[in-house]
């Protein structure tokens, strides 16, 4: 059964803080992703990465940078928080794509509100 | 650009009744359709993915590829069934990047 945790469920940060949002997958995933989601929105990506030391923008990565050390962990850094981050997180990892689109699976997600 | 519409945000239907949650795409290509469906204090998970032609927990989609939708639909909704549903979006063109829809929140009520 796949897991996918992320450090924190609720977070409460003040402006301009740095803040971090780790994620862990236990399944050996090479593929890896972080989403925020707001709701009309959907699920936007903001950055993934396809292996370690690996990292793409999504569809919205201003104010966000990504760190990915170890194949197991993706990192997600907001280098100063601005009150528009307040969000619900989510974190998914997925198996190498073979000519078609993986299964993601996502963690419980972390719902960030920024002060 | 891919875009995913979902043009309905709530979904109120007695148990019982068919349920239809409305998906439509924009994509230059061979588009991969997903559903995924997020319960009530659960994760986000796959319900099902066209290229499977599979029935999960009685829900059905057809891709349609002359209008570019997905419906999903259920001939009996059942009250375990309230959740949000989300269309999803995948292909070469994208980089194989998962593109979601605004999301639908259906309602069984009893």
């Known amino acids: 059964d796949v897991k996918v945790t992320q450090s924190s469920r609720y977070l409460v940060k003040r402006t301009g803080e740095k803040v971090f949002l780790e994620c862990v997958q236990d399944?050996?995933?090479?593929?890896m992703f972080w989403y925020r989601q707001d709701p009309g929105l959907g699920l936007r990506l903001i950055y993934f990465?396809?292996?370690?030391?690996?990292?793409e923008k999504g569809d919205i990565p201003e104010g966000y940078s990504v760190s990915r050390e170890k194949k197991e962990r993706f990192s997600l850094i907001l280098e100063s928080a601005s009150t528009n981050q307040t969000s619900m997180y989510l974190c998914?990892?997925?198996?190498?794509?073979?000519?078609?689109?993986?299964?993601?699976?996502f963690g419980p997600g972390t719902r960030l509100l920024v002060l | 650009a891919q875009r995913v519409t979902q043009p309905e945000k709530l979904l109120s239907v007695f148990k019982g009744a068919p349920v239809e949650l409305k998906c439509n795409y924009s994509?230059?290509?061979?588009?991969?359709l997903f559903w995924y469906v997020q319960y009530s204090r659960q994760r986000l998970q796959l319900l099902l993915r066209?290229?499977s032609r599979e029935s999960i927990k009685g829900f059905t989609a057809d891709l349609n590829k002359g209008e570019t939708s997905f419906h999903l639909k259920k001939p009996f909704a059942q009250e375990e069934d309230s959740a949000m549903y989300y269309c999803?979006?995948?292909?070469?063109?994208?980089?194989?990047?998962?593109?979601f829809g605004g999301g639908t929140r259906v309602l069984v009520k009893p």
């Open positions: 990465s396809y292996d370690v030391k690996m990292k």
């Open positions: 994509y230059s290509g061979s588009p991969e």
């Open positions: 998914a990892s997925s198996l190498r794509d073979r000519g078609y689109q993986e299964t993601q699976y």
């Open positions: 399944m050996d995933h090479e593929n």
């Open positions: 999803a979006l995948s292909g070469k063109a994208a980089g194989n990047k998962l593109t």
């Open positions: 066209h290229i």
